[in-house]
């Protein structure tokens, strides 16, 4: 049934797009031709302009992976890790059959189930209990097999009484809940998830990683795309780093935590407006983030028990603008979150109208260590932009409350909570 043991072999996989203007498709052979012969002016004309100083600007194109080679055993499960822009989504979109390689192959040992975008595979016309039937039609499995399963699926994804509506009522959460239980219960001998998990709630998402942990538990093979490093190091062995389009380095899933992680370090050098590796719209971008400790601006350190101040300037301004961020460890634990809805968090427009978010913490309550911060900023309704570690910044040792908190042994909690004892006489 499978190839030497193999689920996955990948050989020299390449995506490439073309950039600056709309992906042409060629109806008609004379098309091809006009577009040929116009090619050397069009080129000719950016260099006037001044809008190309190099072959690879000229080539108006990018590619989103690059020679990519791998192989995956059946019943590994591997976590997919790398910043925005790697080629993470790419590289499934690839496996799943959903987007064709420019260059290389991949050839696949075993039926795939994908949860790659919320609603993947689904008719926004069709109830779910029809779409259930259709997802299962594509993994080429019988209606009698997808009946066995009909109940299983819809009591995990906790939609009983909409069963009958059309999809295109749903809501996202109503959406990933349904598109994970069909993908995960239809018998998938290959699973490939995105992070679409971040759209359901708490409850559901331990759900989902209670049946991707059974799914491996029977030997099937799992491929993880996410960007929360505790939750790749709990359900993956071994893991697979991209940047750039090409994979850096392929192995154990803690070392491959770690190069990813060393990463940040790199892109510190360039700041936040040239920072090219974000997520998001657009409309409003993050363009300058400062951290202060005692009123000392971008002293890249704070200190335990001290106030801290985290500003945040934006280049213009919408309807319902929002900032937050996410204070990570040096692991990639997520240690505490803030949003700019709460009535605490204000922020004042400056004179040359870039917009100022000021989050204030009277007493930091994080032990000393290394961390790193990951920015948010929604307006409009959407989300418009999304930087990963947008700052590293240093905790020093000092006092909560009348108490040395000294750095913590690997593993210990990063938060400290103000307390005191009382003990026997």
């Given at each position: 049934?499978?190839?030497?043991?193999?689920?996955?072999?990948?050989?020299?996989?390449?995506?490439?797009?073309?950039?600056?203007?709309?992906?042409?498709?060629?109806?008609?052979?004379?098309?091809?031709?006009?577009?040929?012969?116009?090619?050397?002016?069009?080129?000719?004309?950016?260099?006037?302009?001044?809008?190309?100083t190099?072959?690879?600007?000229?080539?108006?194109?990018?590619?989103?992976?690059?020679?990519?080679?791998?192989?995956?055993?059946?019943?590994?499960?591997?976590?997919?890790?790398?910043?925005?822009?790697?080629?993470?989504?790419?590289?499934?979109?690839?496996?799943?059959?959903?987007?064709?390689?420019?260059?290389?192959?991949?050839?696949?040992?075993?039926?795939?189930?994908?949860?790659?975008?919320?609603?993947?595979?689904?008719?926004?016309?069709?109830?779910?209990?029809?779409?259930?039937?259709?997802?299962?039609?594509?993994?080429?499995?019988?209606?009698?097999?997808?009946?066995?399963?009909?109940?299983?699926?819809?009591?995990?994804?906790?939609?009983?009484?909409?069963?009958?509506?059309?999809?295109?009522?749903?809501?996202?959460?109503?959406?990933?809940?349904?598109?994970?239980?069909?993908?995960?219960?239809?018998?998938?001998?290959?699973?490939?998830?995105?992070?679409?998990?971040?759209?359901?709630?708490?409850?559901?998402?331990?759900?989902?990683?209670?049946?991707?942990?059974?799914?491996?538990?029977?030997?099937?093979?799992?491929?993880?795309?996410?960007?929360?490093?505790?939750?790749?190091?709990?359900?993956?062995?071994?893991?697979?780093?991209?940047?750039?389009?090409?994979?850096?380095?392929?192995?154990?899933?803690a070392?491959?935590?770690?190069?990813?992680?060393?990463?940040?370090?790199?892109?510190?050098?360039?700041?936040?407006?040239?920072?090219?590796?974000?997520?998001?719209?657009?409309?409003?971008?993050?363009?300058?983030?400062?951290?202060?400790?005692?009123?000392?601006?971008?002293?890249g350190?704070?200190?335990?028990?001290?106030s801290?101040?985290?500003?945040?300037?934006?280049?213009?301004?919408?309807?319902?603008?929002?900032?937050?961020?996410?204070?990570?460890?040096?692991?990639?634990?997520?240690?505490?979150?803030?949003?700019?809805?709460?009535?605490?968090?204000?922020?004042?427009?400056q004179?040359?109208?870039?917009?100022?978010?000021?989050?204030?913490?009277?007493?930091?309550?994080?032990?000393?260590?290394?961390y790193?911060?990951?920015?948010?900023?929604r307006?409009?309704?959407?989300?418009?932009?999304?930087?990963?570690?947008a700052?590293?910044?240093d905790?020093?040792?000092?006092?909560?409350?009348?108490?040395?908190?000294?750095?913590?042994?690997?593993?210990?909690?990063?938060?400290?909570?103000p307390?005191?004892?009382?003990?026997?006489?």
């Open positions: 049934m499978y190839m030497n043991g193999l689920a996955i072999h990948a050989e020299g996989l390449s995506k490439q797009y073309r950039i600056g203007g709309p992906q042409k498709t060629y109806d008609r052979l004379g098309y091809q031709i006009g577009d040929a012969l116009i090619a050397p002016f069009r080129r000719a004309g950016k260099i006037l302009r001044g809008k190309a190099s072959a690879a600007e000229l080539d108006e194109s990018i590619w989103a992976l690059k020679d990519v080679t791998f192989e995956i055993k059946h019943g590994e499960v591997i976590g997919i890790i790398g910043g925005n822009g790697a080629g993470k989504s790419m590289l499934l979109k690839i496996l799943s059959r959903i987007t064709e390689p420019t260059e290389g192959y991949a050839d696949i040992y075993g039926r795939i189930g994908s949860l790659l975008e919320v609603g993947t595979g689904f008719h926004p016309e069709l109830t779910g209990g029809e779409n259930i039937y259709l997802n299962g039609a594509i993994l080429g499995m019988t209606k009698h097999e997808i009946d066995k399963k009909f109940d299983e699926i819809v009591d995990f994804a906790e939609i009983g009484k909409f069963i009958n509506t059309p999809v295109k009522f749903y809501s996202s959460g109503m959406y990933v809940r349904l598109a994970f239980s069909v993908a995960a219960h239809l018998d998938p001998e290959i699973l490939l998830v995105d992070e679409v998990l971040a759209v359901g709630d708490v409850a559901f998402q331990k759900k989902c990683l209670g049946k991707m942990e059974d799914v491996a538990k029977i030997g099937r093979t799992v491929l993880f795309v996410s960007h929360n490093m505790a939750l790749i190091q709990t359900l993956c062995e071994r893991g697979i780093c991209l940047r750039h389009g090409n994979i850096i380095q392929d192995g154990p899933i070392k491959i935590v770690e190069t990813y992680l060393s990463g940040f370090d790199q892109v510190q050098s360039l700041s936040i407006a040239e920072r090219t590796d974000r997520q998001g719209r657009g409309l409003v971008r993050l363009i300058n983030f400062d951290i202060s400790n005692n009123d000392s601006s971008g002293a350190y704070l200190t335990s028990g001290c801290a101040k985290f500003i945040f300037d934006l280049n213009g301004k919408l309807a319902n603008l929002s900032c937050g961020f996410v204070i990570l460890d040096e692991l990639g634990h997520q240690v505490t979150m803030f949003k700019s809805d709460v009535p605490s968090l204000e922020y004042s427009i004179s040359d109208s870039i917009i100022r978010f000021t989050c204030e913490v009277d007493e930091l309550l994080l032990v000393p260590g290394r790193r911060v990951n920015v948010f900023i307006g409009g309704g959407e989300r418009q932009d999304w930087i990963e570690g700052a590293i910044f905790v020093e040792v000092g006092q909560i409350r009348g108490r040395p908190i000294t750095a913590p042994d690997r593993g210990q909690s990063r938060v400290v909570m307390h005191r004892w009382i003990v026997p006489a």
